[in-house]
């Protein structure tokens, strides 16, 4: 099998299932040019046992037609999950909806729901969700524009 053979057959193990492969499961849409983002959403697959779960990357041109309300910088602060019905949850809220729809994060449920504790949740996903391209930035990626959402432009080094 040759080289470039073997990367499609890699890559095609890797990718998540879309809306189109599993209609009429909820749909997470998150940032795919994360690698904490997409490290994340793959354990999610991997904990949907049941199959619930669609992934769509908000780069992908096909979010547009799943949550045409949602703006590209809302999109690029949290993750969002549209469940079947079309309700819209996001952020923290959203991780809490997938712990009562994700079997194997039932027991991390009773956590996430004890009264008052929203807030602190919140709190916490915010800040994580802010730092995320640089926790998961190596020193040689480009990440594009995300850089200079997160990072502010390129600082010259010849001066």
């Given at each position: 099998?040759?080289?470039?053979?073997?990367?499609?057959?890699?890559?095609?193990?890797?990718?998540?299932?879309?809306?189109?492969?599993?209609?009429?499961?909820?749909?997470?849409?998150?940032d795919g040019q994360c690698r904490i983002c997409t490290?994340?959403?793959?354990?999610?697959?991997?904990?949907?046992?049941?199959?619930?779960?669609?992934?769509?990357?908000?780069?992908?041109?096909?979010?547009?037609?799943?949550?045409?309300?949602?703006?590209?910088?809302?999109?690029?602060?949290?993750?969002?999950?549209?469940?079947?019905?079309?309700?819209?949850?996001?952020?923290?809220?959203?991780?809490?909806?997938?712990?009562?729809?994700?079997?194997?994060?039932?027991?991390?449920?009773?956590?996430?729901?004890?009264?008052?504790?929203?807030?602190?949740?919140?709190?916490?996903?915010?800040?994580?969700?802010?730092?995320?391209?640089?926790?998961?930035?190596?020193?040689?990626?480009?990440?594009?524009?995300?850089c200079a959402v997160h990072f502010g432009p390129k600082?010259?080094?010849?001066?």
């Amino acid at each position: 099998m040759s080289t470039q053979a073997q990367s499609q057959t890699q890559n095609e193990k890797k990718s998540l299932p879309s809306p189109a492969d599993r209609p009429n499961t909820d749909i997470v849409i998150y940032d795919g040019q994360c690698r904490i983002c997409t490290g994340g959403v793959r354990i999610l697959y991997r904990l949907d046992l049941g199959q619930r779960l669609s992934f769509l990357s908000l780069h992908d041109a096909k979010v547009a037609q799943v949550a045409p309300n949602l703006t590209h910088d809302q999109m690029m602060e949290e993750m969002w999950v549209v469940d079947t019905q079309g309700e819209q949850h996001s952020g923290a809220l959203a991780f809490r909806y997938l712990t009562r729809r994700i079997a194997m994060l039932w027991p991390v449920m009773p956590l996430l729901h004890i009264p008052g504790s929203l807030p602190l949740w919140n709190w916490l996903y915010q800040k994580v969700a802010a730092a995320r391209y640089r926790f998961g930035k190596r020193a040689d990626d480009d990440c594009g524009d995300a850089c200079a959402v997160h990072f502010g432009p390129k600082k010259n080094s010849d001066t």
